[in-house]
Structures are given as structure tokens and as C-alpha cells.
């Protein structure tokens, strides 16, 4: 029985090394969310306050305009204090995130079943390509998962110690801060928890009554943490993502159904039928359903290069039989605690339903460790259909051949994929600015490009502009939204306006024919990121 | 069968007539190219014997517009033409009377594959009745397409094959009728070898030499069978053509990505195993796979293309998930030897809709229609008698009930009014029109020109007047008529304008910039103008 506590530690280093080897260079740059991330939260390490100069937002940063929850911000600050404002600070939480996650994921498949299939569920997530992908990056989503899915463990270890309520009410408001899904889905699992606490409750006898006074002090907490979120519901604070992302922005379905209606003479059956609402649930459910496509989750993953290689998908081809006996089983029993991992997917997928781009990695990634669960009562109960000689062979069978996909996913990934999605990582903004730097003369106006985007956040992340002189401009310079448009010498630009003696830094097209540049910055395959230039 | 069952059975049987017959040939709009086709072959054939470009009936493959199709479609529709004249309502009646028969075959299927379970005869009803109304199944039903009655006799063959547990000589039909939905519709060829000897999973309770006797004979009556149609002379070009459609087997990057990949490895000796490109390209299989079981293709929106969906619908009902999902269920759970029946059958139908880039493809994958029907039908039985004992089981009974009433409502009312204006584009709505146009027009002008597309010859030919002896005589080139008497099928050139006593029929994109264009008035269309020149 020791080997357990073995395999576990085992899993864990495994873990480590999987999100920690090489993770500043391998996505091989930041993308301007997590240097958005990494520069306020190294002004609020040295200010209290944002780059903007708001003091120690709660909610939401405002960055570019597009109020970031704050959860992320913070996780960011222990770590900046010890390595400074750089890349791996902005990368640690997410990945120290995704290794608790490992433990957590065991935690649950051996409360929920046994310890067999929590290890098999810490194994799969541990190898995991949506799980790698997320823990390596400084995706909020990461860090969210992680909390929910404290919030989930502690629920269940709540049923035998009452006052975890309160803790694990306590995570999941976290994880409502970290990352916009999660006040979708955090909620939901509270008022899960919550029901089966109160029919647990009824049921009980007279003398084994769990505590009501814990039960009181966690509908507090939850009610606390969740009512600043609610009372700001048409605040852009919350509600500018929603407005930005959501399916009901979209006038379409209101044109289709005056159209429809119309077509039927505007019949009162005909108004319900086709009434708007109905053409938006069927949008909904549409975008919902998406999510569960084997090609996104196996095959492919999404289009986006960040989320994902596009070798793999979001789990191995190996896991589709798995998650299928998963479902299976769960079909079978149908106790709560087989239907929790359903549940928890089921849930998971509902924020993504209600945005325009489906399927989506980011949004879905609080169901990461759901599915490992499901892989792994899948994998114990092939094992057990077959008899006694079948069952070692048939576990180390699908072992080796998810042994052998792990290993050609890791080769993709550390080989080929830093190169191949260079230019969606906005490769070239480290070097770019070191060399502007150096380049420019004292007082000389730089300009730069927007090409890539948001170059503002990169010059103050790689230059370490004093983040109480950027507060001091915030009132005063030029602003897209909220992304800074000028800083110092520099001016940011979409159109190069033609200043002599200006140092500018663009794409070669940009760049007049008979200029010679200066200095190129190289993406890692070779081809020309940045040029710097004179203007004459 | 006890007199309920008959009653019943016979009220799903027309059911599946009125939802198939009602308005054949108005809904959809018009007619797509393939089924005109079809149709001028059958009026030339039922008016001579012979086909558009002269050649006796009895072959096994026509030229058709150069697309090489199958006879045993236009042979009904040529029977069809003879009886009831030269109509929309002709040419697609076969279809139509092949979705009833597939809903009568479906029953069958049903009750031999459940033969040891006491419920066999409403299962039997149950995926009758999906049949009837599954969208899938009556889409098809309605449109001249030869993949659907390939799909019936396929069925029919399946049947055949499964009777033949009991008496083997079916085993021999099984092989013929096979053999006569691929005289129908060419996927086919690949699909029936295997539903074939996959009947014997079924069947057998341990392998048996018999079983492997009976399969070679009935793989080498099939292949006999099939002599004629290899032997045909159009039989490698009409391969090629199929061939030439986009499809994964069109390499190229995947070999460059494939390179790409291996150049970064620096040509290592792994690398040539985990990046090769046969490995991509079963990658691209798999996708184009998974694509057909995509949720929102089955249940929400299914086909893209407006000829094979209205769109609005999956290719079962939204309501019909659930019985899916059951069926599935319990076949793994207790049918175990029936679900891996249907499983192969439904994989080795997918495979001719995988292959080319146009996935997931509603049509090509149309011979899995009665897998779908058999798991609903089955899941809808065990759902019954499980909900039947149910606290509230016969409340969720009705309230399911009535949603699915009401989701089969809603598409009957999206299809007959709301689809057909959606899908005009879809089924070249306007060509009728036009021929009947030029038709009557013909006479007052000494030239007409059509200027629009190299195949409105076809929709002359099916909606005029034509002596079709006269019509195999004239000159076909690439298998297309660029003249039909005074009718000249070209592009505009400058002098056009100048002739006289002339009738110009052209696209409003391409030559609505010359002067003295007008739309034509029968057309309701804005892509089609005239031009006179008295």
C-alpha cells in the first residue's frame, strides 16, 4: 500500500518537470495579456495601485479597458518579489496552479472512488496537452481551474468535516475573481453543494445533524464575495467583457426572426415560434454543443495557435475510448459521485455557450480535470471488464500507447511548436526594445508600429519603466481605449508619420525602399519580425 | 402480428407517404442539375429507347453531362416519365417510394436483428416510425437523388443477408440486390462487402466453416455481378472523375508540412516515424470522421449545403437525442452483438462521406439512415418501459411526448414554408424559368443566345418540346450540346449587339453593364436578364 504514496510523488515530479522545464522559453514570448499581467502586477508590488493609478483593485483591472479579473494579478506579486519583474514571475502562478491541480485531481478520484483511479485521474492530467498548454503560460484560466477545483475537493471532504464548507466557499469565490467562466460556473457548484447540504440535512437523524452554523457562515461568504460581482453587472467592470464576447450582441438572429415572422404573415404562432429568444437559445444551445466535438477535443483542439498545438488535441485519441467507458460507467451507476465529473463538464461548458467563439480552450479549461477523472474510471473499468489475466495487460497496453502519444505530443511541443507559433507569442518585443534602447539616441523619438499589438505594455514590462512615472502620464497621454499610445520618447502608431531624424521600428513592409535598416529581429524560423530605421 | 400491429404498422406506412408525396416536386423549388439530368435521360429514353446521346438503355453506366451515372435510377425514372409525363413530380417520385420502402425494410431489419427479445415488434414500429419522420430520411426522400435508393436496396440486401442465418440460399438475393444498389449509386461497392460479412456477427454463436463459405459466395456473386460495369468503357473514366474532386487523398500539405517538420528534426531517423506523411493523412481521416459525429450536425443544424438540410434542423430531431444516446446505451450495455453490427455498418457508410473535403456530407453518408432509425426505435422502447415504472414515469412519458410532436411540427412548417424561399439559391431556382422563357420565345427570333451556363441545354431539353431521335444526333461537345436547333449556348461577344432578330439570355452579374437588359419577368429572380433585338 506504500507504492501509492510512491506513484503519487512520482506523478508530481513528473508534473514539475512537464510545466517547469524551459517554461520562459517554451512558448518562446510572452503575448501581450500576460506582459498586461506582469506589468501591473509589478506596479502594484511597488505602489498599491495600478498602472492607471487605481489602488489595489478588487474586481477588475481596467489594462487595456478590457477589466482583467484581478486573481491572477495578485498570485503574480509574491513571486515578482523574489524574481523581479520578469517573464518566469508571470508564468510561476499558472504553473505552480497546474502541478497543484495534479494533486487536487488525485485528491478527488480517491474521495470520490479509490486511490487507484485518483492516481490514474493525477496520471492523465498530469501528461495532459490542454493541462501542459495552460500550466506553461500565464493564462488566468489556469489559475482559476486550480481554485475550482479546491472548492470541489474541499465540498467533498465537507460532507464528513462541516466547516469546510466554509473554505471550499471561500475558493470558489476565489475563482469567480480569477477568471470571468468561473462566475458562471463557481455559483453553479455552490448551489449544487448547497442543495445536497440541505437534503443531506432533512435527512439526517435527529442526533447526527450536521452544524447548521457553519452552513449559515458559508451562505455568508458566498452571498460576501458574490455581491460585488452582482451589484456591478452593468458596470463595464464586469460587464464590458460580457458586451465584448456574448452571442446576444449579434443582431442577426433578431433580423432572421422579424424575417420568419414576416414570411408567416405575423401570426401570433408564428411570434412565438420564431420569436427571437428561441433563435438565440438555439444560437446558445449551438455554441454549447460545440465543445463536445470529438475533433476539438481529441483531434484538433481550437484554431487559436496559443491554446494549442493543432498535432494534438486537447486530450490524446487514446482518451476518446477512455472518456467513453468513463461516460459509460457513469451511465451505469448513476450515483452523485459518478455524475459529478459530468456535472462539473456539463457546467463548465455553459460560459463558453454564451460567447461567439465556440469551442473555446480557455473558457472550457475548468472541465480539464473532469475529463481526467472520466479518463480514469474509464481506464479501471475496461480493466474490470475483462478477466483477471486481460486486466494487467490491458492497463499496461493502454499505458504504453499513451506513453507513446505523450512522448510524440512532448517532442511537438518542445520541438516544433516554439518555432511554428512564434508570431502569435509576439515573438521579437524582448529583443526589439533592448535594442531601441541601445540604438536611440538621447532624446530621439522612437517610433513604433502596432502591429503586433499592444507594443505600449511590452516597452514598460522590458524597460522597467518606473511604474509611478507611468501613473503620473496615465491623465495625460494619448490612449486607445486604455492601451497607452505615447510613453517618454516613444509614440506608439498604426501609420508612421513622417518626422526626420525619427527612430522607427516596423514590419519590413512598412519600411520605404530606398531605407536601409539599421538592425532586423529574426522570429526563431528565420523569417523578419522587426526592422529598426532612420527616417531621412 | 396481432391486428394492433398491423393497424399500426400500416398508419406509419402512410405517414411516411403523405410526409414523401405532399407537394413531390414543388418542395424544394426546383430542380438541381443531377435530377434534370436524370430527367432528360428518362424522357429520352422513355420517348426512344435510347439515351441524350444515342445510347441503347441497357448499359451499365451513362454519359449523362460527363459525370458517369449509375442506370438503375434512371431506369425507374424513365417508367415514372412514361406514366406521368415530363415533371419534377416524375423524376423524383422514385425517391419518394423508396423512403416509404426503406421505412417498410426498416421495420423488417429491426424485428430480425431482435429476434430473441420479447419486444422485437415495437422496436420493429418504433424505428419504422423514426423512419417516417427523420429528417434525414425524408430530405432525401423528396429529391432525385440516386444515393437514396442506393441506400434502399442496400437495406433490402441487409435483410436478405440477415434471413439467410436461418436459409442460407438468401445469401445468393442478398449478393443480387447488392449488387443492384451499387447499379445505383457507386459508393456502394465499398460499403456492401463489409455490411455483408459483418451479418454474421449477428449471427453466429461461434465461427463456423459454413459462415465463410457463404460469405465467398455471396462477395462472388456480387463481384460477377459487377463484371458488366468494369467492363464498361466509362468505367476508369468515371473514377477519374470522381478522383478528381477535392478530397484528403490530394497529398500535397501534408507532404510539405510533413517536410517542414522533419527539416527542423534536421532529418533525424524519428523523426522520418512521428512526422510521416501517411500518418498526417490518417490524422485528416479521423477528423473527417469525427466531423459526422459532430452534436450540432446530428441534432441542431446538421448539413451546411441547403440540398442536403434546411439548416434548421439536425439530421435527427433535436428531440430524438435522447432515444440516440439510449439506444447507443443499451446496445453497448446488452446488445452487444447487434451494436457491433451496427457499428461497422454505420463506419463503413461514413467512409466514401469521409474521404472528400466536403464533410460531414449528409448524402454520402446516406446508408447509415437505418442505424440511426434502429438506435432511436430501440431507445425509445427501452426509455418507454424504463420511464413506465416510474414514480412520475408516465408525466415525462407525455411532456417527452408531446415535445417531440411539436419538434416534428416545427420542422414541417420550417420545411414547407420558411425553407423553400431559404434554399432557392441552393437549387438553381430561376432555370426553369428560363427555359420555359426561351422556349416560347424561340419562335419570334431567328437566334437565341444563352449566355448564362454550359448545362441549361439540360433544362431546354427537359421542360421544351424535343423529337429526342433528332436530339442524339446533335453534335456533343465534352458531352455537352452547345446548339439545339436556332438555340446557341455561348458566351456573349462584341458583335452580339449588333445582330438582329436575336434573343440574348445572360447572368445579371456578367452583362448587365451592356444597355438594354431587362430582368425576366417569369423568372422572380434578379441573376437572370434578356436582352431583344428585333
Same mark, same amino acid.
Do not use: C
Given at each position: 500500500m506504500?507504492?501509492?504514496?510512491?506513484?503519487?510523488?512520482?506523478?508530481?515530479?513528473?508534473?514539475?518537470?512537464?510545466?517547469?522545464?524551459?517554461?520562459?522559453?517554451?512558448?518562446?514570448?510572452?503575448?501581450?495579456?500576460?506582459?498586461?499581467?506582469?506589468?501591473?502586477?509589478?506596479?502594484?508590488?511597488?505602489?498599491?495601485?495600478d498602472y492607471h493609478g487605481n489602488i489595489l483593485p478588487i474586481l477588475a483591472l481596467s489594462s487595456f479597458g478590457d477589466y482583467k479579473p484581478s486573481g491572477y494579478f495578485y498570485a503574480i506579486v509574491p513571486f515578482m518579489r523574489v524574481f523581479g519583474l520578469s517573464e518566469l514571475a508571470v508564468r510561476l502562478p499558472s504553473a505552480f496552479a497546474g502541478i497543484a491541480t495534479v494533486f487536487v485531481v488525485y485528491a478527488i478520484g480517491s474521495a470520490l472512488y479509490n486511490k487507484k483511479i485518483g492516481l490514474f485521474a493525477a496520471l492523465f492530467y498530469t501528461i495532459q496537452p490542454w493541462s501542459i498548454q495552460l500550466s506553461r503560460v500565464g493564462f488566468e484560466t489556469n489559475l482559476?481551474?486550480?481554485?475550482?477545483?479546491?472548492?470541489?475537493?474541499?465540498?467533498?471532504?465537507?460532507?464528513?468535516?462541516?466547516?469546510?464548507?466554509? +473554505?471550499?466557499?471561500?475558493?470558489?469565490?476565489?475563482?469567480?475573481?480569477?477568471?470571468?467562466?468561473?462566475?458562471?460556473?463557481?455559483?453553479?457548484?455552490?448551489?449544487?453543494?448547497?442543495?445536497?447540504?440541505?437534503?443531506?440535512?432533512?435527512?439526517?437523524?435527529?442526533?447526527?445533524?450536521?452544524?447548521?452554523?457553519?452552513?449559515?457562515?458559508?451562505?455568508?461568504?458566498?452571498?460576501?464575495?458574490?455581491?460585488?460581482?452582482?451589484?456591478?453587472?452593468?458596470?463595464?467592470?464586469?460587464?464590458?467583457?460580457?458586451? =465584448?464576447?456574448?452571442?446576444?450582441?449579434?443582431?442577426?438572429? +433578431?433580423?432572421?426572426?422579424?424575417?420568419?415572422?414576416? =414570411?408567416?404573415?405575423?401570426?401570433?404562432?408564428s411570434r412565438v415560434l420564431h420569436h427571437r429568444y428561441v433563435l438565440f437559445g438555439g444560437l446558445m444551445l449551438q455554441q454549447y454543443v460545440k465543445n463536445f466535438s470529438p475533433t476539438f477535443l481529441f483531434l484538433t483542439g481550437d484554431e487559436n495557435n496559443r491554446h494549442g498545438t493543432h498535432e494534438f488535441g486537447l486530450l490524446y485519441h487514446v482518451e476518446f475510448f477512455l472518456v467513453a467507458a468513463g461516460l459509460y460507467i457513469v451511465c451505469v451507476r448513476r450515483t452523485f459521485r459518478h455524475m459529478l465529473p459530468v456535472m462539473w463538464v456539463a457546467f463548465s461548458a455553459l460560459p463558453v455557450a454564451l460567447t461567439v467563439t465556440s469551442p473555446h480552450t480557455l473558457r472550457f479549461a475548468s472541465a480539464a480535470p473532469a475529463f481526467a477523472l472520466l479518463s480514469a474510471l474509464g481506464i479501471v473499468f475496461l480493466s474490470e471488464v475483462f478477466g483477471k489475466i486481460w486486466r494487467k495487460k490491458l492497463i499496461l497496453g493502454i499505458l504504453a500507447i499513451l506513453c507513446i502519444e505523450s512522448v510524440v505530443y512532448l517532442h511537438f511541443y518542445f520541438t516544433h511548436y516554439p518555432v511554428l507559433s512564434?508570431?502569435?507569442?509576439?515573438?521579437?518585443?524582448?529583443?526589439?526594445?533592448?535594442?531601441?534602447?541601445?540604438?536611440?539616441?538621447?532624446?530621439?523619438?522612437?517610433? +513604433? @508600429?502596432?502591429?503586433?499589438?499592444?507594443?505600449?505594455?511590452?516597452?514598460?514590462?522590458?524597460?522597467?519603466?518606473?511604474?509611478?512615472?507611468?501613473?503620473?502620464?496615465?491623465?495625460?497621454?494619448?490612449?486607445?481605449?486604455? &492601451?497607452?499610445?505615447?510613453?517618454?520618447?516613444?509614440?506608439?502608431?498604426?501609420?508612421?508619420?513622417? &518626422?526626420?531624424?525619427?527612430?522607427?521600428?516596423?514590419?519590413?513592409?512598412?519600411?520605404?525602399?530606398?531605407?536601409?535598416?539599421?538592425? @532586423?529581429?529574426?522570429?526563431?524560423?528565420?523569417?523578419?519580425?522587426?526592422?529598426?530605421? =532612420?527616417?531621412? | 402480428m396481432k391486428k394492433l400491429h398491423v393497424l399500426i404498422f400500416c398508419m406509419i406506412l402512410l405517414i411516411a407517404a403523405v410526409l414523401r408525396l405532399y407537394k413531390l416536386g414543388s418542395i424544394p423549388v426546383s430542380m438541381y442539375i443531377d435530377e434534370i439530368a436524370i430527367g432528360v435521360d428518362a424522357k429520352s429514353i422513355a420517348q426512344t429507347g435510347r439515351d441524350m446521346h444515342g445510347h441503347s438503355w441497357l448499359t451499365p453506366m451513362f454519359l449523362s453531362y460527363g459525370d458517369y451515372k449509375l442506370p438503375v435510377y434512371i431506369w425507374i425514372a424513365t417508367a415514372s416519365v412514361k406514366i406521368f409525363g415530363a415533371t419534377e413530380f416524375a423524376v423524383r417520385l422514385p425517391s419518394a417510394v423508396a423512403g416509404v420502402l426503406t421505412v417498410f425494410l426498416i421495420y423488417f431489419i429491426s424485428v430480425e436483428l431482435f429476434e430473441k427479445r420479447k419486444d422485437r415488434i415495437w422496436i420493429g414500429l418504433a424505428s419504422a416510425v423514426v423512419t417516417a419522420v427523420l429528417p434525414w430520411s425524408v430530405l432525401f426522400?423528396?429529391?432525385?437523388?440516386?444515393?437514396?435508393?442506393?441506400?434502399?436496396?442496400?437495406?433490402?440486401?441487409?435483410?436478405f443477408a440477415l434471413y439467410a442465418r436461418k436459409r442460407p440460399w438468401f445469401i445468393v438475393c442478398s449478393a443480387v440486390t447488392g449488387a443492384l444498389a451499387v447499379y445505383t449509386y457507386f459508393s456502394i461497392r465499398f460499403v456492401f462487402p463489409v455490411v455483408l460479412l459483418a451479418s454474421f456477427i449477428v449471427s453466429a454463436k461461434k465461427f463456423e466453416s459454413k459462415h465463410i463459405f457463404r460469405g465467398v459466395l455471396g462477395l462472388v456473386v456480387f463481384g460477377l455481378l459487377l463484371i458488366p460495369l468494369v467492363r464498361s468503357p466509362y468505367y476508369a473514366p468515371s473514377n477519374a472523375f470522381r478522383l478528381s474532386a477535392s478530397s484528403i487523398l490530394d497529398n500535397t500539405q501534408r507532404v510539405l508540412y510533413s517536410n517542414v517538420l522533419r527539416a527542423q528534426d534536421r532529418e533525424a531517423w524519428y523523426s522520418r516515424v512521428l512526422h510521416h506523411r501517411e500518418l498526417y493523412f490518417l490524422k485528416d481521416l479521423i477528423t473527417h470522421y469525427a466531423a459526422h459525429f459532430d452534436l450540432s450536425y446530428l441534432f441542431i443544424s446538421g448539413d451546411v449545403n441547403l440540398r442536403h438540410s434546411t439548416g434548421k434542423t439536425g439530421i435527427m430531431f433535436l428531440t430524438f437525442a435522447p432515444l440516440f444516446f439510449v439506444g447507443l446505451y443499451v446496445c453497448t450495455r446488452k446488445e452487444q452483438k447487434v451494436g457491433i453490427f451496427l457499428a461497422v455498418w454505420y463506419l463503413i457508410a461514413l467512409l466514401p462521406a469521409s474521404v472528400p473535403n466536403e464533410v460531414p456530407h449528409a448524402l454520402r453518408s446516406i446508408n447509415g439512415v437505418g442505424v440511426a432509425a434502429l438506435l432511436c426505435g430501440l431507445g425509445a422502447v427501452e426509455l418507454y418501459s424504463f420511464l413506465y415504472k416510474k414514480r412520475f414515469g408516465k408525466v415525462v412519458i407525455g411532456v417527452f411526448a408531446c415535445a417531440i410532436l411539436f419538434n416534428i411540427f416545427s420542422f414541417l412548417h420550417d420545411y414547407t414554408i420558411h425553407y423553400p424561399t431559404r434554399s432557392k439559391k441552393a437549387w438553381s431556382y430561376g432555370k426553369k424559368q428560363i427555359a420555359q422563357f426561351i422556349e416560347e420565345e424561340k419562335t419570334s427570333y431567328d437566334h437565341v443566345i444563352v449566355a448564362?451556363?454550359?448545362?441549361?441545354?439540360?433544362?431546354?431539353?427537359?421542360?421544351?418540346?424535343?423529337?429526342?431521335?433528332?436530339?442524339?444526333?446533335?453534335?456533343?461537345?465534352?458531352?455537352?450540346?452547345?446548339?439545339?436547333?436556332?438555340?446557341?449556348?455561348?458566351?456573349?461577344?462584341?458583335?452580339?449587339?449588333?445582330?438582329?432578330?436575336?434573343?440574348?439570355?445572360?447572368?445579371?452579374?456578367?452583362?448587365?453593364?451592356?444597355?438594354?437588359?431587362?430582368?425576366?419577368?417569369?423568372?422572380?429572380?434578379?441573376?437572370?436578364?434578356?436582352?431583344?433585338?428585333?
Open positions: 506504500k507504492y501509492w504514496k510512491l506513484f503519487l510523488i512520482f506523478i508530481l515530479l513528473l508534473a514539475a518537470f512537464l510545466r517547469l522545464y524551459k517554461i520562459t522559453s517554451i512558448p518562446p514570448s510572452l503575448y501581450w495579456e500576460e506582459t498586461a499581467l506582469g506589468y501591473d502586477a509589478y506596479s502594484i508590488m511597488q505602489t498599491g495601485k482559476a481551474t486550480f481554485l475550482l477545483a479546491m472548492g470541489v475537493l474541499l465540498s467533498i471532504k465537507a460532507e464528513k468535516k462541516t466547516w469546510l464548507y466554509v +473554505v471550499s466557499a471561500l475558493f470558489f469565490g476565489l475563482s469567480a475573481y480569477t477568471y470571468h467562466s468561473e462566475r458562471i460556473v463557481a455559483p453553479l457548484f455552490g448551489l449544487v453543494v448547497g442543495v445536497r447540504f440541505l437534503f443531506s440535512y432533512l435527512r439526517s437523524p435527529k442526533k447526527g445533524k450536521p452544524s447548521l452554523g457553519w452552513a449559515v457562515a458559508t451562505l455568508f461568504i458566498g452571498i460576501a464575495m458574490l455581491f460585488p460581482i452582482l451589484s456591478n453587472l452593468k458596470n463595464p467592470i464586469i460587464a464590458h467583457r460580457a458586451e =465584448e464576447t456574448s452571442i446576444f450582441s449579434d443582431p442577426t438572429p +433578431v433580423l432572421e426572426s422579424n424575417a420568419l415572422r414576416a =414570411e408567416d404573415g405575423n401570426t401570433v404562432v512564434a508570431t502569435d507569442w509576439q515573438y521579437g518585443y524582448k529583443d526589439l526594445f533592448s535594442s531601441l534602447e541601445q540604438l536611440k539616441k538621447p532624446n530621439q523619438k522612437v517610433f +513604433v @508600429t502596432r502591429e503586433q499589438g499592444r507594443p505600449s505594455i511590452y516597452y514598460m514590462f522590458y524597460t522597467k519603466q518606473d511604474p509611478r512615472y507611468v501613473q503620473s502620464q496615465d491623465a495625460v497621454v494619448k490612449k486607445d481605449q486604455q &492601451e497607452f499610445l505615447e510613453l517618454g520618447r516613444y509614440v506608439f502608431v498604426d501609420n508612421i508619420p513622417p &518626422e526626420k531624424g525619427t527612430l522607427v521600428a516596423s514590419s519590413p513592409s512598412k519600411m520605404p525602399k530606398n531605407v536601409q535598416p539599421i538592425q @532586423t529581429i529574426l522570429n526563431p524560423d528565420g523569417s523578419v519580425s522587426w526592422v529598426i530605421w =532612420e527616417q531621412q | 426522400s423528396r429529391t432525385g437523388f440516386e444515393g437514396h435508393v442506393g441506400q434502399m436496396f442496400l437495406l433490402l440486401s441487409i435483410l448564362t451556363d454550359d448545362s441549361m441545354y439540360l433544362w431546354v431539353l427537359f421542360y421544351g418540346n424535343y423529337d429526342f431521335t433528332k436530339v442524339q444526333r446533335m453534335p456533343f461537345i465534352d458531352n455537352k450540346l452547345q446548339n439545339i436547333n436556332t438555340i446557341n449556348f455561348r458566351r456573349l461577344i462584341e458583335s452580339d449587339s449588333e445582330s438582329k432578330h436575336t434573343l440574348t439570355v445572360g447572368l445579371s452579374d456578367e452583362v448587365y453593364k451592356k444597355d438594354g437588359f431587362y430582368p425576366i419577368p417569369t423568372a422572380h429572380s434578379q441573376d437572370y436578364i434578356y436582352r431583344s433585338q428585333p
